[in-house]
């Protein structure tokens, strides 16, 4: 379980981060054409897809992360949970008072 936490951890960091870099590149794209050619048109043609596109990244960028926490949360606690419910035959061991095994 711990690998598949640990594959969720790094998946949820390389699309956050990726989305980060396209969110900033995006803009600042965004920003140089509109200050280069100083187009009304171009900013009514573009400015839907361009919306769309931030919130695709913003949605991403976050659902992502979070959506691979709550999974990490739920492994752990169904880890811990499989773990009280069939304790091995250590555990019962230590546990249990002497005379008693």
């Known amino acids: 379980m711990t690998e598949l936490s640990a594959w969720l951890d790094g998946a949820a960091a390389r699309v956050f981060a990726l989305c980060a870099t396209?969110?900033?590149?995006?803009?600042?794209?965004?920003?140089?054409?509109?200050?280069m050619k100083r187009?009304?048109?171009?900013?009514?043609?573009?400015?839907?897809?361009w919306l769309a596109a931030n919130f695709a990244l913003l949605g991403a960028?976050?659902?992502?992360?979070?959506?691979?926490?709550?999974?990490?949360?739920?492994?752990?606690a169904f880890s811990a949970s499989r773990a009280l419910t069939n304790p091995s035959t250590q555990d019962t061991e230590a546990e249990s008072p002497p005379g008693r095994r």
């Open 22 to 35: 396209l969110f900033v590149a995006l803009n600042v794209g965004a920003v140089m054409l509109l200050v």
């Open 39 to 49: 187009d009304r048109a171009m900013v009514n043609r573009w400015t839907a897809r």
């Open 61 to 76: 960028g976050l659902g992502v992360p979070l959506a691979a926490k709550v999974v990490h949360v739920t492994v752990d």
